[in-house]
């Protein structure tokens, strides 16, 4: 797929992080831009809107009306997208059984936690999907075949998922497990499929974390030795969508490492 203001894209989790950079690398080649992203993130969302000229969209992709809403809105001002990237996405942290070192007391991971990392993650990214993937299907193929191209998020936790990434884990090993499948389901009507794995990105999401730990974490990443640059990730996104002949993939993208239990 060639890139330019022909061509219209939804970033979901767009005002933020993985999605943002994806978002400012899709502008950058003329592509028209919505981003879903949660209504607290409406600030954030206007500056790009003002800076960029995308369109944001109020939506928790965990709703189907708010979705449909969104794909109503940015088809309405950029007409349908041909390009759906899934950035939208959270996680927790909780052991699946333990007990209090002080107290002794016993508890086990909180059920409606784990139900709401899949809800976001796993159905939130099939539910986007799967109501973009419909929306191309009105489109004609482009002179190169494709009708469409999409690009989901998920981690290297889906593959060696850490203590207390129960429900994290399961969420992400969800979305590379339903790459292939999906991109089978769509490879008749020309929509690529293909999901990304990042390791330790610099994000606001990972900005939280004090600079010891991000140090730490740099430290054990066999080579670069430094978190990936949210760039980096929008880089393999766009190559994902331009280059037609990667379909059903998982693609790593973590300087090589490999998560330790802890
Ligand atoms: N940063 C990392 O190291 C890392 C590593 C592996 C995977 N990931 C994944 O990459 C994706 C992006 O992460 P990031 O680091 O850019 O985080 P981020 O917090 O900077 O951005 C995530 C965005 O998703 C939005 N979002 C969260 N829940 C949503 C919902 N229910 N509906 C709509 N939008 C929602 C947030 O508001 C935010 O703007 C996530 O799926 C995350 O799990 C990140």
Redesign the pocket.
């Known amino acids: 797929m060639k890139l330019d203001s022909t061509i219209s894209a939804v970033v ?9 950079a994806t978002v400012r690398a899709l502008v950058a080649r003329g592509v028209k831009v919505a981003i ?3 209504d ?2 409406a600030d ?1 969302g206007a500056a790009l809107e003002k800076e960029l000229g995308v369109t944001f969209c109020a ?4 709703s189907d009306a708010e979705v449909d809403a969104g794909f109503v809105k940015a088809r309405a001002a950029n007409g349908q997208e041909r390009i759906l990237v ?6 927790n942290a909780a052991k699946t059984a333990s007990r209090d070192r002080n107290t002794g007391e016993i508890k086990h991971f909180p059920l409606a936690h784990f139900d709401m990392i899949i ?3 796993l159905i ?1 990214t099939f539910r986007c999907i799967a109501k973009s993937a419909a929306g191309m299907l009105t489109l004609e193929p482009l002179p190169d075949g494709d009708r469409g191209a999409i690009v989901n ?5 889906a593959e060696d998922g850490q203590m207390g990434q129960a429900a ?1 884990s399961a969420s ?1 090993g969800g979305v590379v497990g339903m790459t292939l499948p999906i991109a089978r389901d769509l490879a008749s009507e020309g929509i690529r499929v293909n999901t990304i ?10 900005n939280a974390a004090p600079p010891q730990v991000k140090e730490a974490l740099a430290a054990s990443v066999p080579f670069p030795k430094r ?2 640059n ?1 760039e980096e ?1 929008a880089s393999l996104a766009l190559e994902m969508i331009t280059n037609g002949y990667l379909n059903g993939e998982d693609v790593r993208l973590d300087g090589s490492i490999r998560m330790a239990p802890r």
């Open positions: 979901t989790g767009g005002a933020s992080g993985l999605g943002e879903f992203d949660l607290r993130q954030r939506v928790n992709v965990t899934n950035c939208a996405g959270t996680g809800q976001i993650n939130g998020t998920a981690s290297v936790a994290y992400k794995l990042p390791g330790i990105f610099n994000t606001p999401l990972m978190l990936g949210a990730y």
